[in-house]
């Protein structure tokens, strides 16, 4: 029998049920706040929140779960030429707020990026749980991703671009730096055509959950000491 989603009441600690005992849609508690000590539990534990204004934070782990492999990367040719002109750097932790800003703007269906999630991912931002890449054309922000770190997991949480393939340019440099770093899991929840044509795949959540405890496990370098700075190899290699 599939468990309830739980109801976050005030005062209730941070950890949250095993989401092999719920359904594949995967919702697996309501309710409770953004602190970091939440957050940070819920993606050791396989879950993300997701949810709109108006309504309370909904707690999620969805069957099955979407990654990218850094040796399964898929980088087209027309790709590759365009990281190879040079048109775009990266840089890494330097403009977070206004990568999740990037994020939150003109999407037609809305968006669960509301300033009180811009508030608790800036929090763990700040205690170096939470990263960015940006991608600039000379001085103007183009592009970009964030995610959270925990030991050897990112979780990529949301990309956007205003020039052309600068998100896909996101992408390339977190997957490759991360890669680099010996990650274990990089996480993009979904499997859209825009992640498939980069090598995005599927996987059971059983699956994720047993790479997930191995990867959380890992000792968590700093993501910005990675030597990351490095964008041109990454955008060249």
């Known amino acids: 029998m599939q468990a309830t989603p739980w109801l976050i009441l005030p005062g209730r600690g941070v950890q949250f049920p095993n989401p092999e005992d719920f359904d594949d849609e995967g919702l697996i508690a309501v309710g409770g706040d953004l602190s970091p000590e939440r957050l940070l539990s819920a993606y050791q534990s396989g879950i993300f929140p997701w949810f709109s204004e108006g309504v309370p934070p909904l ?10 492999e850094p040796e399964e990367l898929h980088i087209s040719r027309s790709m590759r030429r365009l990281l190879q002109r040079g048109t775009y750097r990266l840089s890494v932790n330097t403009a977070f707020a206004s990568v999740m800003r990037g994020c939150a703007e003109e999407r037609e269906d809305g968006t669960w990026i509301l300033p009180e999630m811009l508030d608790a991912y800036s929090c763990l931002h700040r205690l170096g749980h939470a990263h960015s890449i940006e991608v600039w054309s000379q001085d103007e922000l183009v592009g970009g991703l964030y ?38 899991l990089f996480d993009v929840q979904f499997v859209t055509e825009h992640l498939k044509s980069l090598g995005a795949k599927e996987m059971s959540r059983s699956d994720y959950l047993l790479r997930l405890s191995a990867a959380a496990s890992q000792s968590q370098e700093s993501f910005a000491r990675a030597n990351l700075g490095a964008s041109k190899d990454l955008l060249e290699q």
């Open 59 to 68: 707690w999620w782990s969805p069957n099955p779960r979407a990654v990218i």
């Open 147 to 184: 995610g959270v770190q925990r030991g050897g997991l990112f979780a990529a949480e949301s990309m956007f671009h205003r020039s052309s393939n600068a998100s896909k340019v996101a992408l390339v440099g977190a997957v490759r730096g991360f890669g680099r770093m010996g990650m274990r």
